[in-house]
Structures are given as C-alpha cells and as structure tokens.
C-alpha cells in the first residue's frame, strides 16, 4: 500500500511543482517569482524525502535541510536586495 | 523499491500523512498558480504548502522510525525549521511587493498608501 | 563594588533556555542519544551564546515555559484549522475573496514577542504580517478574507497577544 501511496503523493507534488514554474514563468513582477522559486524549494523537499522512502535509502535528509536552508537563505537574500538593493546593510 | 512489512494500522497511518500532505500542498501551489494578486498570493505557499510539506516528513519519520526501531527525529528538524522560516520570507517578500508598489486588485479593503514605505 | 564579571552567571551563560535548546538540536542532528554527543551538545550550547551574545540586539526574556507551552498547543490547533480555512478559500472562485490590508496596534514592547507575533500571524488563518512599523508600533496585515477588522484584531488581541504578554512579562 505505501508503495502505491508514495507513487500518488509524488505525482500531486510534481503537479505542484508544475504549478509553481507556471508561476516563474508567467510573473508578473519579480517577487512573484521569488515566491514561486521559495515555493518550488519547500515542494522539492517533500519530492526528496519521498524518494528516499521509494528507494529505500534513508539518507537524503541532509540534502532536504541543505536546500531547506539555501532557500530560505536565498529567498531572504533576493527580498532584501529588492527593499535596499544592497544585500548586506 | 524495498518494502517492509508494517503493521496494518502504522502504514494507514502513515499513507494518511502522506496524502493529506501532498494534497495541502497541492492546493497551496493552486492558489500560487490562480489567485489574483500577489499579496493574496502569499497565503497559498505560507501556510498550505508548509503545513503540507511538514505533513509529509511527519509520515516519512513514521515510516523510518519503524524501520530502523528506534525514532529518527531528523524529519522533525526539517519540519521545524521550515516552519520557523516560511512567515519570515513571507513577511520579507510582502514587505518587498509593498516597496515596488505592487497594486491589489481593485476590490483590496484599505489598500496602504505606499508612499513613503 | 560591582562583582567581577567573570564570576557571574550573566557572563558565562547568559541564555540558559537557548543554550538547552541549542544542545537539544545538536541532538535531533546528529540523531544519535549517546551520552557522547549530549556532551558535545551542551559543550555547544554553552559555547555558541557566549561568542555570539555580543551581537544580539537585546534578551527577551521567557519568564514563564508553562504558558509557552501550551500556547505552542495553540498554535498547532490553529495552524491545522487555517489552512482548512485557507484550502477551501482557495478552492472556491476568486470572485468570493474579500482581501484586505488593516494595522494592528501591538501592546507588546519586547522585540522578541513582537517576532513570535508576527510569525504566529503569519502562519494562521488567512493573515500574512506584512510590515512593522517601529515608531507607531502597528503591524501592517494583509487577509486573504477580510469581512470585519475590528473583529480580526479582537481575535489576535485575546488569542495570542495576551497570552504572549503573560510570557514575556
């Protein structure tokens, strides 16, 4: 039954994502985009872990908390060159 | 794919987590992907896609802590650390939209004047 | 005649709810109960406050965890009930959206509450806190649905403001 379940579970992730690049795509202004890639970063995360459970393997944890933490870096770092544009006050 | 033999009721439970999440999250990047504008865009993946997300790792630490008979607790760190995170960049990103003078749609109540922010 | 500073308790440990914490995190990382790590965790814990400290705007100070606790139990509830809110909102036609901006006057003067308040907002039904206002001490929120404001900012005020005020007191 799990197996059937992950299938299912990636694929209504993977219309998800198909979503959120519809959304990088078509705009309009550049934070929509931002959002979009902030979006598609936390989907990604579910799409790793769910594959590590399909492959069995167990260890791709640290690469969801890695890009957990360089998107929420990288969305936190575009935001505030658009309120400043400077990066770093 | 290896599959484990679980009790029926851990892999109900554990299929109930993933769905529901998948779902959630689904519905999130539906609203990213239609609604109007993008102030009301931001709820979507703020809380929709977080929550989802976060469904699918509580299953996921389910599902492992079975396997490996002990908790894993990983999946939670992940988890916690997306939820800690997601008002922040959504509070960074509405305060950006603000500054370019992004408009709502015509029916906004109290739309701010944006002036001088 | 002031005590030496090296002697205190503020200048070896000067967050000792963080540094638990930090060391707690250590742990969930490594995923690994030994006494060991325990060890190197709290070393961390220890160690990461008092290099850092200097650089921290000010201490907010938990007074009581009990009430922390359960207004976490709170949370929970209303993160799970929002994005029900949220999901069917979003499903229905856009056409029924009523969205909306309104300032929220703040009572709490703790930077650190405020933080917590904000992040709480944003992640419950169908409120994002959008910007801070220093000087007038309002936060700006947008609502996905907005029928009544005065009733949105009761809501806020009684459900998580108050209880956030009885923490930090």
């Known amino acids: 039954m799990i197996a059937t379940v992950i299938t299912v579970a990636m694929t209504l992730f993977a219309i998800a994502a198909l979503l959120n690049l519809y959304r990088l795509t078509v705009g309009p202004d550049i934070v929509d985009r931002i959002l979009a890639l902030d979006t598609l970063m936390v989907n990604s995360i579910a799409l790793i872990v769910l594959a590590d459970i399909r492959m069995g393997l167990g260890v791709l944890f640290e690469l969801a908390l890695l890009i957990a933490l360089m998107g929420f870096v990288s969305t936190v770092a575009m935001s505030k060159y658009l309120l400043r544009g400077d990066v770093i006050e | ?117 | ?169």
């Open chain 2, 1 to 117: 794919m290896t599959t484990i033999d679980m009790p029926w009721y851990l892999e109900l439970v554990v299929a109930t987590f993933l769905l529901f999440g998948a779902l959630v999250a689904l519905i999130g990047s539906w609203g990213l992907a239609k609604l109007p504008d993008f102030y009301t865009r931001l709820h979507g993946p703020t809380k929709a896609s977080t929550l989802g997300v976060g469904c699918t790792l509580i299953g996921s630490l389910l599902y492992y802590s079975y396997q490996q008979g002990g908790v894993s607790f990983q999946e939670a760190l992940v988890t916690i650390f997306l939820f800690v995170t997601a008002p922040v960049s959504a509070h960074m990103l509405g305060k950006a939209a603000l500054r370019r003078r992004l408009p709502g749609v015509a029916r906004t109540r109290n739309m701010p004047d944006m002036s001088e922010r």
């Open chain 3, 1 to 169: 005649m002031t005590p030496s500073p090296f002697r205190s308790r503020q200048f070896w440990l000067p967050h000792p709810l963080f540094s638990l914490f930090l060391a707690l995190l250590w742990l969930l990382m490594v995923n690994d109960f030994s006494v060991a790590h325990a060890l190197l965790g709290l070393a961390l814990g220890v160690a990461i406050p008092f290099v850092t400290h200097a650089f921290w705007a000010e201490e907010a100070k938990i007074k009581r965890p009990l009430p922390l606790l359960r207004y976490l139990l709170v949370l929970l509830v209303d993160i799970l009930r929002s994005n029900l809110v949220v999901a069917i909102r979003i499903l229905r036609p856009a056409r029924h959206l009523q969205p909306g901006f309104f300032l929220y006057p703040l009572t709490l003067d703790d930077d650190f509450a405020i933080t917590i308040l904000a992040s709480t907002i944003s992640l419950t039904p169908g409120t994002v806190s959008i910007h801070y206002d220093a000087k007038a001490n309002t936060l700006l929120v947008h609502a996905l649905h907005l029928e009544d404001e005065a009733e949105a900012i009761a809501t806020i005020r009684e459900r998580y403001e108050q209880p956030l005020e009885e923490i930090f007191r």
